[in-house]
Every structure is written in C-alpha cells, then in structure tokens.
C-alpha cells in the first residue's frame, strides 16, 4: 500500500505517465501575462509589505478619506433625483403644508427626495453629515500635523496639497448647502453674492457672470451644480490620490521611543495589518454615519420652505466650517468710502480678504519655519507639542481666533438663546480677535514650558513613589523611583535647535559688515522660537549622574 501511494506521488510530481508538468490554470496564466507586461509581481512585493508606524492620532485622517468616498457614494445616488433647475414652479407634493407654493425645480426636487425618495431622505442626511465630518477631519488632521512639526521636510507639498483640499472642501460644502435653494441656503448665497460686490471695480461683473443678471437670477443653481458635483470633487479626488501616493513613499511620522531614530520605520506592514485595519475603519465610520444621519435631523429644507428674496430666515447660519468667515463679515464695523461717484464697502471687503489671508498664513507656515531654523533636515521623528512652545502656541491662537469669530457668526443665536444683548457679544468679538490669541498664545507658551520643567524634573529625579522617608538629621524626603531606559529617552529624544546668530558686524579690519534686513528679521523670529526662553534645557548625562550619586539630592 505505502509504494502505491509513494508511486503516486511520484507521478503527481512528474506531470502524468509522460513526465510532464502539469498545466497551469486559467488564473496562473492571466497572472503571468500581466506580470510579465506591467511587472504586478516585482512592485507588489517591494510594496505591500511596506512597514508603517502606528498610532492612534493617524485615524483622523482616515476619517477624511472615509467621508470622503461616502460623500461620492450618496453623491452619486442623490444626482439621480435632484434637478438643478431655476425655473419657478407651483408644488402639488405630498408634503401638503407646501401645496400651492411657487418655487424653483431644484428645491421641488429636493423635498421630493426628503419625502418621497425611498432612502432619499437618509441618504441625503448622510451626505450633508459626511461633508460636516469630512471638514471636521480635515481640520482635526491637519491640527495633528501642526502641532507634531509632521508638515517638516520632506512633508512640505503633502502639507499643500492637504492644505488645497482643506480649502476646496470649503468651497465645495458652499456650493452643496447652496444647490437646495431653501430659505437657508439662499440667505448664505445672498451672503456670498454681498461679499463678492464688496470687491472693487470687479465685484459687479462677478456677480452678473455667477448669477446671469441680478441677484437671484435663474442661472445660479445650474451653474454651481456641475461645480459642485464634478469639478470639485474631481480636483480634490486627485488631490486626494496624490497625498495619499506621498504618505505611502514618505510613511507618518512616528513619536520618539526606543528602536526609533530619523532613518528606520517601527510599525506594521501594509499588508495584512494596515488593510485589514482601514477595511474594518471604513465601515465604521460609514456605520456612525448612517446612525447620525438615521437619527439626527440636519437641514430640514421642507420645513424651512422655499428662499424668497424679500425674507430672511432668523438665525441663518451657514455649517461650522464657514462661520468664522461670516463672524469677520458680521463684527466689522460697517466702514464705507464714497469717492469719485463710487462706494468702496470696507466693512464687508476688509474681513472678506482677511479670510484668504489666515488660510495663506497656514499654507507656507512650514516654509517660514524652516527659513527661521535654518534646517534642511528630513524629519521623521514627530515632536511632541510641549516641546515646540512658540509652534504650539500660535496654533491654540490660531484656534482662539476661529472659535471668537465662530461666536461672532453666530451672535443673533447666543443673543437669542442666552438671553444677552446682540450689541455686547459684537463687541465681545470685536476686542476678543485682538485680545483672545495672544492671551492664548502667552498661557498655551509657559503651559509647555512647565510641561517641558516637569519632564526635566523627571528625568532627573524620577517617578514620585509617595514614600516619605526621615533623614537622620530631621528633614524629610520623598522617595523616587527612577525611570526604565525607555522612559529616559522618550523624555528626552527631542532636538533643541539654536537661535540663529547674526554674528559680529565688524571684522577684525574694523569693516562693518552689511546685514541685510531679512537676515535682522530672522534673527529676531530665531531668538523668540527657539531662545533661552522658550524652551527648558534637557538634562545632561552629568547632572543625571551626580543625582543617582546622591550628591546633589534625593533619589
């Protein structure tokens, strides 16, 4: 029996009674073709095993990317029903509050889908929660970025083209929120068409080109339509693509720990862990998704009913990602210049170009931090916060900034619901811009130098045990555990770079050296990001030694 099975085998292994080898399947030779014209097997296996670092913060931009494609998803199912048309019509619906109103086609369209869609009016709440998350995430994920230093070289076009989808992706909720024409979001149209005449000489020829005529016009919705549903997301479609290319060549950054230096990657492969991990993400956040959109009623448009010029819906707030733009526009003072036949409104035009200003600030921040530096450095290795204090700082006054001008769009609201004038939250606003930031800045700054004191301390004298103990000569003292090896050098793995010196200005000749004005400018930016203090020196190996010895305390 045992050579009959073993004679088997053998044939088996030889291909039959003639020796040959077997044929290969169907599904071998299609490999093998595609293998052998677009070289699959080489870059997959150079690829999907690819080693990443992991952390818990990196989710935030898995959101984004998530939302994103549920954003496609109900996109797509939601172009199958709505109609994009200004034409005014009577509604003969089954929303009977409705019937015998005239309104346009689009916003006909729209309760159609709310009320008469199956799934429509599921699918459309999912998709405006999507579009709120998705900004969300954006600015939770890129704040990540910020305040770790991950923008650094070589990061500093993925910081862009994170940066460019952050701001189409603001433009594309104004065009989505704005396609219903509902009293809502013709308001916030309205608003935009106010801001766009504000602009000088141009703002007139704008608004006839956007709207065909004069406001409403019938032109608008059909216009911001293929803007909203193809140009848009297509450019941050390949936005998207292109990031995500750089993070797989460049990999996140990880935090310093043991094993981790500037030229090695600890972490898991692409493939199965990462994967597996995304798959199961994705249909996480699509699960808390359709919760949100099952059970939290977002835009009720066929409540709000149809937008009429002459109305204006109280308490008309645009999503949150755009009302700190409509706070500049609402706590300006209404400034005006009459010259020339002509009236140039600074009120509406100073804080509608304050906007891009604050954005641009964000964009080449990481190209203003390397010229300070000076470091032409890759970097890997991500900061913690505490350790950059000016950097963090700027980025919790930058926040300030936005939750102040939040509360100013929303003024009438807080006045409404909290019972306080509408006058004294303006005002609030008004002097918050100036003083809130820096306020924020100054206590976000000796936050993480005292953070920074603590590590120090620390490291030196190690963990607090509670352990009180007696010295004979009646002092008491409180025990100290030390620190693994690990723990050492996660406290203190991080670089602490020197001010940048503008050197002597005389030579040994007696010339004064010319010192051009950027040179000056730099010095000054070096002193107060990296100067004696902004930051607390990290200990040295010799004063943890004399510690450890007992001579300089109590361990």
Known sequence: MSERIERTRSSARAGGSGGRAPEPGKGERLADWADGRLGLHALARANLRKIFPDHWSFMFGEICLYSFLILILTGIYLTLFFEPSGVEVVYHGSYVPLNGVRMTRAYESAVDISLDVRG????????????????????????????????????????????????????????????????????GIRFAQGAILSIPVLGTYLSFFLFGGEFPGHDIISRLYPVHVLLL?????????????????????????????????????????????????????????????????????????????????????PDFYLGFSEGLIRVMPGWEINAW????????????????????AIAVYPFVEAWISGDRREHHIADRPRNAPVRTGLGVAWLTLYGVLLIGGGNDLWATHFQVSINAITWFVRVGVFVLPVLAFVVTRRFCMGLQRRDRDKALHGRESGIVKRLPHGEYVELHNPLTQAELYTLTAHEQPTPYELGPTVDANGVR???????????????AMYGPGSQIPKPTTEEYAQLNRGEGGHS
């Open 513 to 527: 050296r010319r010192v051009r004005p950027s040179e000056r400018l730099r010095a000054r930016l070096s002193r």
């Open 233 to 317: 997301p297509g450019i941050i479609l390949g936005l998207v693509v292109a990031h995500l290319i750089l993070v797989f060549h460049h990999k996140h950054t990880q935090f310093a720990g043991p094993g981790r230096t500037e030229k090695n990657v600890v972490g898991a492969p692409f493939l199965p862990v990462y994967v597996a991990k995304a798959g199961g993400f994705f249909f996480l956040v699509f699960g808390v998704l359709a919760v949100m959109g099952a059970v939290a009623t977002i835009n009720p448009l066929w409540a709000i009913g149809p937008y009429r010029p002459d109305l204006v819906s109280t308490g008309a707030q």
């Open 120 to 187: 429509g009016l599921l699918i459309r709440q999912i998709h405006h929660w999507a579009a709120v998350v998705f900004v969300a995430g954006l600015l939770v994920h890129m704040m990540r970025v910020f305040f770790t230093g991950a923008f650094r070289k070589p990061r500093e076009v993925n910081w862009l083209f994170g940066w460019t989808i952050l701001m189409l992706a603001l433009v594309t909720g104004l065009t989505g929120y704005s396609l219903p024409d509902d009293m809502l979001s013709g308001t």
């Open 341 to 360: 036949g002509h009236t140039l409104q600074l009120g509406v035009f100073i804080p509608f170009m304050l906007f891009p200003l604050i954005m641009l």
